[in-house]
């Protein structure tokens, strides 16, 4: 695939009345978010790439000369949809007419100016695709600039020219944007709508000027409007996809969606190679395929309403080299087992409902799926499992009644209680995706019928679209920080927290310092009985950098208004396109937490990065933790990290330390509850500071407010303090 620079066209652009002489009188194309035309990929969760054409390895020149040896080879593409079927695809992209395949044309074309084959090899993938109930897109590409890569040239301006009666080079962006819509016109011709299995729609690598100006779009829109259009790395809002090269760089590696630039509920696509190395066509190599991070981004994307669209290496003949075969062969079996979390599913913790996705805890990290049809029906998705047999996930409001393990049935031992549902006794993890069964009973303690509204809006995007049950619509702050988001109750209730749901169209890690999170960073929250007179703000915090509904819990209180206040987000100044940016899907206020009765209990979690440190910092800088940092201590004795805790009555609670050490030996720190010291806690090897653990002690509390600290012994310190948990 050729890469460039995002173009980012607007939508305005693309659908202006350009007047071109000899240009068809055609309607203006219109950019649209959904259409019967997309529900097919919208039901998918993958496709299957295939770079094939002149320079598939060994390459060839002449165009005879490689169609010869792909017969002769014994190519058939009922391989190919045989394949398809082992990875679960919906969907094959035809990629021959690539810039850095010799722009070759594997079906017969009239059009001279690249290689052409007599034989038609893309309409037997149609045909045999279709039979089997898949899709076949073709790839388009807009860019001439390797024509004449490893010394031969592989358009023929003179050639084209002759065809169309003036001189024409091919060589440059606007030659051969006419050359590529030319063939856009054959292909749509050649492969008509009253075949059956037809040709369902247009793979395009990036955008070309002159398809603009000459009205390609709206001219596939009239002629064909049946026509799936997939953009590859440039929003193009006339698209009804838009497609991103999935690279590794994330934590976790294969969480690409955390990099998607483009909301839901637009069709988004993330392309990736199975080899781990090479290029995307075959070059005569055998690479490894890394299954564990190829089945985290099938998986992760699903729990993202991602489509996989992944790319493998077709020989000549059309098989595929014998590590990506026998991982098909390895894949299809997998999938099997855990189809039913992954079909007929949307990505959970989003617009879509569903608990909350990504960091859970003790290193644990997953996706949630929710069936379309029951969104009461979800699928834990263990993609890093914890670092021991727990695994808590924030509910998102949903009372749940029954936990069990999709592979073997088994009930799985969980409680809930303030906004977590808490799985226990876990073991025997799948190396790669341990899936849990989850079944709801619906949604408690969420208000409904609550007025929004907020200090600044965007037009056509005002606070009531915050609160308004719908996907399609969202709050925008219009760049505004600090703003305030309020909501009315319509009488003085019981408040116990707030859930935010914010787009997810900005880059949340930072691949450099213009590309950061425009989520929700710092934050207050007020309550008033007037709505005028709000005092002083009841919490404050920061809210991590993660995609997915984010909870704000409060100390229970009873008020009319509520007021969000955000301070400011991740995004940099220098990033003019995110800077300040705030928009959110949903925000609700909570009542009680689901099963918790009568509100359920406090959260008993205190995050390091919020206690009392002397001789230590907060950092961030190992993936894995809880909130939105650590403590690290210094390197001496007699630094100390220090919470405040409240306990409802007096008595005896666990104190459950979270905690990472990197290094070999014990880290030893003092505990000690009131100013008086009980004993020392043990905080072992966790071999890795990306590895996270837990240690426990017990102790005496008092009704009320009290205090714990922990005081390194040794002069390595203490452990990365992660938390401070009280049951």
């Not at 799926?369 to 834990?380: E, G, H, S």
């Amino acid at each position: 695939m050729s890469r460039r620079g995002l173009l980012g066209r607007a939508a305005t652009v693309l659908a202006s009345v350009v007047t071109v002489a000899g240009v068809l009188a055609t309607p203006t194309a219109t950019a649209e978010l959904q259409n019967p035309r997309q529900d097919w990929l919208r039901a998918s969760q993958a496709g299957l790439f295939l770079h094939w054409g002149e320079r598939t390895s060994p390459s060839h020149t002449s165009c005879t000369a490689w169609e010869n040896d792909v017969t002769n080879g014994g190519w058939t593409p009922q391989y190919w949809v045989n394949e398809a079927k082992k990875l679960h695809v919906s969907y094959l992209v035809f990629a021959s007419f690539h810039s850095r395949l010799g722009y070759a044309r594997a079906y017969p074309s009239k059009i001279p100016g690249s290689c052409a084959t007599k034989r038609d090899f893309l309409g037997e993938t149609i045909k045999a695709a279709g039979a089997a109930g898949l899709h076949v897109l073709v790839y388009m590409t807009d860019d001439p600039q390797w024509h004449d890569e490893t010394g031969h040239e592989w358009l023929d301006s003179n050639a084209y020219s002759n065809y169309k009666g003036s001189k024409v080079d091919l060589t440059n962006r606007d030659g051969f944007g006419q050359f590529s819509y030319d063939n856009f016109v054959e292909v749509m011709q050649r492969y008509p709508h009253s075949d059956y299995p037809a040709l369902s729609g247009f793979w395009i690598d990036n955008d070309n000027d002159y398809w603009i100006s000459h009205k390609l779009y709206e001219k596939v829109q009239q002629d064909r409007p049946e026509f799936l259009l997939s953009n590859n790395n440039e929003d193009t809002p006339i698209m009804d996809t838009i497609s991103n090269e999935q690279k590794t760089g994330m934590t976790p590696n294969w969480d690409y969606p955390q990099a998607i630039y483009t909301a839901a509920p637009r069709l988004i696509e993330a392309c990736y190679k199975l080899p781990s190395k090479g290029a995307w066509w075959f070059d005569g190599s055998d690479s490894t395929v890394d299954y564990k991070l190829n089945i985290g981004r099938y998986v992760a994307n699903a729990g993202s309403s991602v489509k996989s669209n992944m790319a493998e290496t077709a020989m000549v003949n059309g098989k595929f080299p014998s590590n990506q075969e026998t991982y098909n062969n390895f894949l299809n079996g997998y999938l099997n087992q855990i189809w039913e979390s992954l079909d007929g599913t949307e990505g959970g913790g989003y617009m879509y409902g569903g608990m909350q996705p990504g960091f859970w805890n003790d290193g644990a990290h997953g996706v949630i799926t929710v069936k379309k049809n029951n969104p009461n029906q979800q699928y834990i998705h263990v993609l890093d499992k914890p670092s021991g047999s727990t695994l808590k996930i924030r509910d998102n409001g949903y009372k749940i009644t029954s936990v069990t393990n999709l592979r073997t049935g088994a009930a799985i031992p969980f409680t809930q209680a303030g906004g977590t549902l808490t799985m226990t006794g876990l073991s025997n993890w799948d190396q790669y995706d341990t899936v849990f069964k989850v079944q709801a009973n619906g949604r408690e303690g969420i208000y409904s019928g609550v007025t929004m509204s907020a200090t600044a809006s965007a037009s056509g995007h005002g606070a009531a679209a915050a609160g308004d049950g719908d996907y399609l619509t969202y709050w925008d702050s219009n760049k505004t920080l600090p703003v305030s988001l309020n909501f009315d109750l319509g009488s003085a209730k019981r408040i116990q927290y707030l859930g935010v749901n914010q787009r997810e169209d900005s880059v949340s890690y930072a691949r450099s310092g213009t590309e950061q999170s425009a989520r929700i960073k710092d934050y207050r929250v007020y309550v008033s009985s007037d709505g005028t007179n709000w005092g002083s703000p009841i919490k404050t915090g920061t809210l991590p950098s993660h995609r997915g509904v984010q909870i704000i819990d409060l100390p229970a209180t009873t008020a009319r208004h509520v007021r969000l206040e955000v301070v400011n987000t991740y995004a940099a100044s220098s990033d003019s396109t995110r800077y300040k940016r705030l928009r959110i899907d949903e925000a609700w206020v909570g009542s009680a937490y689901a099963g918790g009765g009568g509100g359920g209990p406090q959260p008993s979690r205190y995050e390091a990065e919020d206690a009392v440190v002397a001789n230590g910092v907060v950092e961030s800088n190992h993936p894995g933790f809880s909130g939105t940092g650590f403590v690290n201590y210094d390197n001496a004795v007699g630094g100390y990290v220090e919470w405040t805790v409240n306990a409802a009555a007096a008595g005896q609670a666990t104190l459950t330390f979270g905690y990472a050490n990197g290094t070999p030996d014990n880290r030893p720190v003092a505990l000690s509850v009131n100013g008086t010291t009980l004993a020392n806690v043990d905080f072992p090897s966790t071999n890795v500071w990306t590895t996270y653990a837990t240690a426990t002690a017990t102790a005496t509390l008092n009704a009320g407010s009290n205090t714990v600290r922990a005081t390194a012994t040794t002069a390595n310190g203490g452990p990365n303090a992660d938390y401070l948990e009280v049951s």
